[in-house]
């Protein structure tokens, strides 16, 4: 199947067995989730769906509360959420999410990542039009109807649907992601995960061996604990 295509499945598989990183990342999302709209998951819909995405990668009862209770703790340092645009290698372009105690220390970091996989660091503002910001809900598929799911999510502001072996995909605008969620809890569908990602609007397509290159820069970054996620216009097919 290709160099790249087992780099790809060696990235990923470092990243799955990552679990702490992995709840270091949510864990951020839940208390800047708590701090900027209130400890209470009633109340809060981006804590909600915060939450369950932890439930999905199994994080403990525990750390969900500690996270909780940290972010309304007066002790606590805020966690800034930042974007990072920029060039890989072969003008691939990258957006970088991260949520950070020092924006120095983040700023300086994500630069020397760049610098030393042979990207640049971009200006804000400068990628962020090659990409569409999309909610993206994963339904299980037990006792769900799907054609009727579709007609009714669509009025409830899906523009797109995929259907996969074990989740069926709901695609929503930025903007319609709070509805979204409301109407899947009106309809008692608790989502596997939901989340808002980047979709890059033109993709690039590259050699295997190019395309390794770019996976080395995305590593690295990904493994930087300040970061949440990474997101590219690389074809992966």
Known sequence: MGRAFEFRKDRKLKRWDKMSKAFTRIGKEIAIAAKAGGPEPDTNPRLRAAIANAKGVNMPKDRIEGAIKRATS?????????????????????????????????????????????????????????FDRKGIFMLPLEGLNIEEMELELIDAGADDFKLHEDAFEVIVPFTEFGAMQKALEERNIEPTSSELLRIPSTLVELSDEQMEEVYALIERLEEDDDVQNVYHNMIEE
């Open 74 to 130: 007066k002790d606590e340092k805020d966690y800034e959420e930042t974007l990072f645009e920029g060039k890989g290698p072969h003008g691939v372009a990258l957006m970088v999410e991260c949520a950070t105690d020092n924006n120095v220390r983040t700023v300086a970091n994500i630069r020397n990542h760049f610098n030393k996989k042979g990207g640049v660091l971009g200006n804000s503002g400068s990628l962020a039009f090659m």
